[in-house]
């Protein structure tokens, strides 16, 4: 019996940096989790005089605003870890994580986007994986190497460049 080609590939790790960004996306998460929730706070400060704190909603739901937003976002891009081994690919974030067996890949392409490359890549039970903002160029051309040598060991076609349009197609076999 010869040896399995998914063997042959190497095992990377790397981890996704806030610094790697666009610029865009670190100024609306830093927008995000400092000036809306001063804002917030700022307008509970200036309605709190003369109101029943206890019994008043809105004050409420300005304090809480204030406390979960950052919390989204600054959890959003907190660093995630992707590992690339001959058995799983294997996204973690922090409140989830997302594999995919190597043997059972349906589907690896890149998305078409001008300012970052995504990756997909879709199991066949519909397990699916979609990272790649926050890795670095080098980290991004070996992911991109690894996915075609992962293409060539699995029999699957690596589509490059896939439009936005038909990725929505692609997410939407995805399952959540």
Known sequence: MGANPLDALPSLRFRTAFSNLEPSVRGATIAACTVVPAALIGLFLWLLPGRDIFDDRLLWLLLISAVVTPAVFGTTFAHHTLTLTPAEIDYKELRKRRRVATRD????????????????????????????????????????????????????????????????????????
Not at 110 to 117: C, K, L, S
Not at 133 to 158: D, H, I, N, R, Y
């Open 105 to 176: 890949v349906a589907l690896i392409a890149t998305i078409r986007h001008p300012r970052r490359v995504i990756f997909v890549v879709l199991g066949r039970a519909g397990e699916g994986v979609v990272f790649g903002p926050g890795l670095t160029k080098a980290e991004q051309e070996a992911t991109k190497s690894w996915m075609q040598s992962l293409s060539a060991s699995v029999g699957v076609e690596f589509r490059q460049d896939v439009p936005l349009q038909e990725a929505m197609t692609i997410f939407s076999r995805m399952r959540k």
